[in-house]
């Protein structure tokens, strides 16, 4: 089976690490010329996970997109939800029919507000059957410091998945097997937004104590959107636990980790930053500042009861300040 990995920031680079680790070459998409030509001379990447060491021998590096998806059986997406599809703009629907793919995106694409099988299906009528995501808990850095850690893999067929998923699996990666498409996407969103939120309390003083009951609620508020949301786009039956690692781990850890972009994209505002002043900052995509507005246009099909993410979307787009905020989500904490 040969992978095709679309992308070349942080988690790219380290899902291209792991599926290399296994004995496995690899086709590359990396847009850039000049860091093709590095990670050939100097094997890691210039620009992130430079701890993550690579044999050129296991890469097939282009900057020519369509080379990648033609020379590749399975893809594997990792570019921000932002620009998944600018960058699929140039793929024919017939390229990849015959293709599997795997979304390592943890957004939702903010021009359509779909999650990525929603929009593969409207623009490419590619077959959820052959669809399949990879999600964490797992921070990049980690992976690159071979600190274990573990993957969960959904998709339709379990066997299928698990087949996928055993190429993932190496001595600091455990792989966990699920069917939940549709939850585990929205997980993937939302904790982005919470751990914003962690961020914001931080840079605004808030401690430990408040922040244990904050991601309590934000726990709650989210299993309870995911039910609603599952329940209306999902077929089959819902998840039982919504303390497994994909859902609640994720947002455990991208709340409380120094690692985590949402974090310190959301420290910055809590200290003052605007919203652009801690973009240019953070020189990152902090997924969880276009995802606040998606998950707030989405909630208006099922209107889930949702204070803290409302309060967050205020904050964020509608230039409610920080603390006026937090005083707020003050009121809903139990």
């Known amino acids: 089976m040969q992978f095709g990995i679309i992308g070349s920031g942080s988690w790219a680079t380290a899902i291209a690490k792991i599926v290399t680790d296994n004995g ?17 001379k100097r094997k890691h990447n210039p620009h992130y996970l430079s701890a993550a060491y690579f044999n050129p021998a296991q890469l097939n590096l282009s900057a020519n997109l369509l ?13 921000p939800s932002a620009f998944v599809a600018e960058t699929l703009a140039q793929v024919p629907a017939t390229l990849l029919a015959s293709k599997k793919i795997i979304s390592a995106v943890k957004g939702i694409l ?13 623009v490419f009528n590619f077959s959820s059957a052959n669809y399949f995501t990879l999600l964490g808990p797992c921070h990049a850095e980690e ?22 998923a055993a190429f993932f699996k190496t001595e600091y990666i455990n792989t966990v097997i699920n069917t939940d498409i549709v939850g585990v996407q929205y997980a993937a969103v939302m904790k982005n937004i919470y751990a914003l939120g962690a961020g914001i309390a931080h840079g605004l003083d808030y401690g430990d104590n408040f922040l244990s009951v904050y991601i309590a609620a934000s726990a709650n508020e989210m299993t309870e959107f995911l039910r609603l949301i599952s329940t209306t786009k999902a077929s089959g039956e819902l998840p039982n636990n919504y303390a497994a690692s994909v859902y609640l781990g994720d947002l455990l850890v991208t709340c409380y980790s120094l690692y985590s972009r949402n974090r310190t994209f959301g420290n910055m505002l809590g200290k003052g930053y605007s919203v652009k002043a801690a973009t240019l900052e953070l020189n990152m995509v902090a997924e ?5 507005k998606c998950i707030y246009k989405a909630n208006a099909m099922i209107q ?5 993410a409302t309060v967050l979307y205020n904050i964020l787009w509608k230039q409610m300040q920080a603390e006026a905020g937090f005083k707020e989500i003050e009121k809903y904490l139990v």
């Not at 990648?68 to 059986?73: I, L, T």
């Not at 274990?148 to 066997?159: E, H, V």
């Open 67 to 79: 080379e990648v998806v033609e020379q590749s059986d399975v893809l594997v997406i990792a570019v």
């Open 143 to 164: 992976v690159a410091a071979e600190k274990l850690s573990y993957l969960t893999f959904s998709g339709i067929n379990a066997a299928e998945v698990a087949t996928i």
């Open 24 to 40: 496995n070459r690899i086709n590359w998409w990396v847009r850039n010329e000049a860091s093709i030509a590095y990670l050939r």
């Open 288 to 292: 969880g500042y276009n995802a606040s």
């Open 304 to 308: 889930s009861e949702m204070p803290i």
């Open 110 to 122: 903010p021009q359509t507000n779909q999650l990525l099988d929603e929009y593969l299906a409207a």
